[in-house]
Nanobody, 120 residues
Framework: QVQLVESGGGLVQPGGSLRLSCAAS????????MGWYRQAPGKQRELVAA???????NYADSVKGRFTISRDNAKNTVYLQMNSLKPEDTAGYYC??????????????WGQGTQVTVSS
């Protein structure tokens, strides 16, 4: 069974930094695109950043220049380095990945989410 487990959320002051991690585990054959989404109360879930196996990155306009997505393919892990955090970055952050399991079934997976709160 494949699962994604996030870590690294928390409370930080405006202007501060956090680093989120998401590790995929289970019977994995291949991982394609990995990404981070966020959802604030009363708002729709939105893409924050995504990265392909080859390292191509895509960012939401609201985080460009402040957030950096990276991955370690050997560890099946994706990271999100968040700098210059703003109160409007407060949300639940969710890891997402397209994973081919050992059964060769390609599915899209979500993590359970980690809360990021930016407040003084």
């Amino acid at each position: 069974q494949v699962q994604l487990v996030e870590s690294g959320g928390g409370l930080v002051q405006p202007g501060g930094s956090l680093r989120l991690s998401c590790a995929a585990s289970g019977s994995i054959f291949n991982i394609d695109t990995m990404g981070w989404y966020r959802q604030a109360p009363g708002k729709q879930r939105e893409l924050v950043a995504a990265i392909t196996t080859g390292g191509n990155r895509n960012y939401a306009d609201s985080v460009k220049g402040r957030f950096t997505i990276s991955r370690d393919n050997a560890k099946n892990t994706v990271y999100l380095q968040m700098n210059s955090l703003k109160p409007e970055d407060t949300a639940g952050y969710y890891c997402n990945a397209d994973i081919t399991a050992a059964t060769l079934a390609l599915l899209n997976y979500w993590g359970q989410g980690t809360q990021v709160t930016v407040s003084s």
